[in-house]
């Protein structure tokens, strides 16, 4: 099992924002997440993950009529 955290997208639990893990916890491998919304803690899985707006592969590309789509 890789250290690696996983990337995935993560809405809250309780109040469905998302979730974004920044500064050191954007690489730090990490079970546990803390909402910066309302403060649920929670587990989305048993292997490390970090919470991204964008999957990878995926960029913040701008829709007809609509400009950038939101994350």
């Known amino acids: 099992m890789s250290d690696e955290p996983i990337p995935m997208r993560l809405n809250c ?3 469905g924002e998302l979730h974004l893990d920044v500064g050191e916890f954007a690489t730090k491998p990490h079970h546990t997440h803390a909402c910066q919304h309302c403060g649920m ?11 991204v707006r964008f ?5 913040n590309e701008p829709t007809p009529d609509r400009g ?3 994350g």
């Open 13 to 15: 639990p309780s109040c």
């Open 55 to 59: 999957l990878p592969g995926f960029k």
């Open 41 to 51: 803690v929670w587990r989305p899985a048993v292997v490390p993950t970090v919470g």
């Open 68 to 70: 950038p789509t939101r």
